[in-house]
């Protein structure tokens, strides 16, 4: 049941925050930088496949070996960094038009969305824990 809340909790957070900032908050700042670039409509399936393949990654690897919440936050943040920068540095690289603006700032993004997320399935982890260890003791 507890990673049954950690993978909701990711995942949940992880899908607003990313339409809060994508679709409201930072979208004028892609159309500006990608323009011609951006599909007309998003791949549902592509963004299902990476959603559940990141969630994935974030409870196997900050979530789940974090000892608190704090720590579950660290570890996300390192992941965000990581997976953002290889994203962004790649696309940087091979893509004619990709716009250098937007590679520090969606790398502070990964960072931020992956470290809360992170630590939000942490936290809705270990709910019930303390009740269910009390019991047990």
């Given at each position: 049941?507890?990673a049954a809340r950690q993978v909701f909790a990711v995942?949940?957070?992880?899908?607003?925050?990313?339409?809060?900032?994508?679709?409201?908050?930072?979208?004028?700042?892609?159309?500006?930088?990608?323009?011609?670039?951006?599909?007309?409509?998003?791949?549902?399936?592509?963004?299902?496949?990476?959603?559940?393949?990141?969630?994935?990654?974030?409870?196997?690897?900050?979530?789940?070996?974090?000892?608190?919440?704090?720590?579950?936050?660290?570890?996300?943040?390192?992941?965000?960094?990581?997976?953002?920068?290889?994203?962004?540095?790649?696309?940087?690289?091979?893509?004619?038009?990709?716009?250098?603006?937007?590679?520090?700032?969606?790398?502070?993004?990964?960072?931020?969305?992956?470290?809360?997320?992170?630590?939000?399935?942490?936290?809705?982890?270990?709910?019930?824990?303390?009740?269910?260890?009390?019991?047990?003791?």
């Open positions: 049941m507890r995942g949940l957070v992880m899908i607003l925050l990313d339409l809060l900032w994508l679709g409201v908050l930072g979208r004028p700042l892609y159309v500006e930088a990608l323009g011609p670039l951006m599909a007309a409509d998003v791949n549902v399936v592509a963004a299902g496949l990476f959603y559940v393949f990141y969630v994935t990654t974030i409870v196997l690897f900050a979530v789940r070996p974090a000892r608190s919440v704090s720590e579950a936050g660290k570890r996300g943040a390192q992941l965000g960094f990581v997976a953002y920068t290889t994203y962004e540095l790649t696309n940087w690289a091979v893509i004619a038009g990709w716009g250098a603006l937007i590679v520090p700032i969606d790398i502070v993004w990964g960072v931020c969305l992956t470290a809360s997320a992170s630590a939000a399935g942490a936290a809705f982890g270990r709910l019930g824990a303390d009740t269910a260890a009390q019991s047990a003791g």
